[in-house]
């Protein structure tokens, strides 16, 4: 298990428990409605029957994550039987990240307090369900978490806990609780890889310049010396995956010379390199070693949809297999030490997550169950792909997702940008696409510029235009969107999180004419002040900001120019702002200064605070009323349908 804290990401999964009624109304009489019937928020939100499924150690077991009176926990039980068990009761926030150790005894899952990140590192006993705080400190957040086979009591886990700023390595018993130091921080490592002997021995720095470099060293009494440099352009993407079994090689998914991702070995001796597998349009987007001598098995690049690449002849027939079970997205979850068993999901556009058991050994593959079988009763939505140029001339792809039943014609469309921004919109079931289209409006995913997977040029030509080139990619779409007579010019949406939340709020302030509302969820209004309150254990990562983003101290006008508060006079569109009070990464600071600019300004807007959340909406309760909340609002100016029965 490896948990890297990584900055801007996507807000956490939303959920929330299932409610038996409901009823919907719809705000424009005699406006067509989709052929399917309404899906209440609470299946396409709630907390999901079965999520995040993963085999112990050995295969007798299986665990996964599942609601006890509406709060998740971890459940467990005997691979050969159906009667799984909570192992956990947590009746607070839940659990939403977990793994088994590699002793198959003890699971290891997050907390942290009302959503302000400062994770402890948990452990749980499958036999005896005794739960252990293994990082019981306090303003300290775990950031790294990994484990060696071959070594089943020992967890390598990072903290902050000698100063908030970096990190240090700590080895961990799990059958003592004990702690020890095993690296201290020399002041600029913000990463690190074992080696298959559970030795630490390559790191890596962030630069001044928003480079990095990667240091090796050939035992952990040796002295680190410099592998290789990656420049700011390779930085962001290029990522070490750990090293060959001979421990002398390190394979990397590298773009040093290329401008996509591809899966290198090189040499720490001589530094050669071999190239393993490419792509030369598309970012490779991960690796399957073997189990026993770490050989790269399976690579997938996320095209349209996602695309696999057998790197190894013995798992040829195993991918067969499974692919003539179904058309969806495969991705392989775990699989037993023995590499027998795999569990495995299948993604589709239209239905929800399948996961199955498969065994190697037969060839034959048994089905475990649905994230969310209920959604089964409902007709859900195509996503399709669509690709457009931009008015600079790049491809900026994404998806739009149809209501059902309507005709692709003059739609009201909701644009739900993603998060990230180094991230990117995939094919595959989504709650919030299906959301948007059984209410009647299409729903448009842009890939804009920055998005990763289509190589580090398409990302680094979002350096400086945060507010700036990626919102024009947003508008490109959205006009061809117009000019195909998808949707209609007067009921366009913008809504996103994080910085999908800044998007949706540099869309009502610089093209006010172009959407008819915004929805904002914990997103920064403020890029000067945002990026000088980052939290203090991203303060290492601070140079990569400002070569993405601006310098407060060099370019304080160009991150003012940029951001949607100093254009706050123009949005004139109906506003909905979300923020959680203990939100480390977009503090309530950015909120209240958009909210004072839209009062000063006597703007049209809802909004709504969470008091005991941080950069997402974890506790069952605080969703549901947001999703109430979200759906009137668009009900109210795009006029589809929305679930009344709870107010908001």
Known sequence: MRYIQRSCLAFVYLAISLSASLSFHSCTPGQPEPSTGLIPLEALFGDPEMKSPQLSPDGTKIA????????????????????????????????SRYSWALDGKHLLFLRDSDGDEKYHLFSVNSETAEERDLTPFHNVTVTFITQVRGYPDEVILAMNKDDPSLHDLYRLSLSTGELEIALKNPGDFVGWVLDRSAKIRCAYALTDDGGAEVYVRDSEDADWRLAFTLGAEDALTTEVLGFASDGKRLYVKDCRNSNTLHLMLVNLEDMSQETIVEDNDYDLGGVMFSRSDHIPQLAWFEKDRRELMILDESVQEDIDSLTALHDGSIRVQSRDNSDSLWLVSYEFDRSPIAYYVYDRRSRQSRFLGHDRPFLKDFELAEMEPFSITSRDGLTIRGYVTYPVGLERRNLPMVVRVHGGPYLRDTWGFEPEPQWFANRGYAC????????????????????????????????????????????????????????????????????????????????????????????VYWASARSVWYYRIGNPETEEELLKSR?????????????????????????????????????KNSVDYEHVLFENEGHGFQRSENRLKYYHKADRFLSRYLGGRFESGLNP
């Not at 709060?71 to 947590?90: C, P, Q, S, Y």
């Not at 700036?468 to 061809?480: L, R, S």
């Open 64 to 95: 996964y994550l599942a609601p006890v009176d509406g709060v998740m926990n971890i459940f467990t039980g005997r691979i050969d039987r159906d009667d799984f068990e909570a192992l956990t009761h947590d009746s607070d926030r839940g659990i």
């Open 444 to 535: 448009m995913q842009v890939n804009y510029r920055g998005s990763t997977g289509y190589g580090k040029d398409f990302v680094n030509a979002a350096n400086h235009e945060w507010g700036g080139k990626m919102h024009d990619d947003i508008i490109d779409a959205v006009d061809w969107a117009i000019r195909k007579r998808i949707a209609d010019p007067n009921r366009i949406a913008i809504y996103g999180s994080s910085w999908g939340g800044f998007a949706a709020l540099v869309g009502a302030a610089f093209t006010p004419d172009v959407f008819c509302c915004a929805v904002d969820v914990v997103g920064p209004a403020n890029l000067y002040t945002w990026i000088k309150t980052i939290p």
């Open 563 to 599: 951001s949607p508060l100093y254009k706050a006079d123009q949005i004139k569109i109906p506003m909905l702002i979300v923020q959680g009070a203990n939100d480390p990464r977009v503090p309530i600071s950015e909120y209240a200064q958009i909210i004072d600019a839209l009062k």
